[in-house]
């Protein structure tokens, strides 16, 4: 599996099946339903949205990839449904970083997981 780049730094591997990529549709505003129920608008642009799952991670992984995902945007470059490496601008949602064992005092984070949305 490629990487998931983000500003230029390779993130940690995602967990095998860790990324999901949903294609949106964004309507116009005057999307809706008419009189007989026939939907009515225009797709003004499709956007990308990645829900990215990592395996277990240690500290500097954890924080690698929060220290990615904080500006209010960034570049990701990831592979699209049709093999294509390309790169978009996102912005993050509420990542999650689950403490999962502090085994001699080493924090480990299991089922890590974050929304990158399209711009």
Not at 35 to 64: F, Q, R, S
Not at 67 to 72: D, K, L, M, Y
């Amino acid at each position: 599996m490629d990487n998931l780049i983000i500003n230029g730094v390779t993130m940690p591997d995602l967990k095998k099946g860790g990324l999901e990529i949903k294609i949106e549709k964004v309507w116009s505003k005057n999307t809706g339903r008419a009189a007989n129920g026939d939907m009515i608008g225009d797709v003004v642009a499709v956007k990308y949205t990645l829900h990215c799952e990592w395996p277990p991670l240690n500290k500097g992984d954890a924080a690698k990839i929060n220290t990615a995902v904080s500006p209010a945007f960034f570049s990701v470059t990831f592979t699209d449904i049709g093999g294509t490496r390309i790169t978009k601008t996102f912005y993050a949602g509420t990542p999650i970083y689950p403490v999962y064992s502090y085994v001699n005092g080493v924090k480990t984070y299991q089922g890590v997981t974050v929304d990158l949305i399209q711009k």
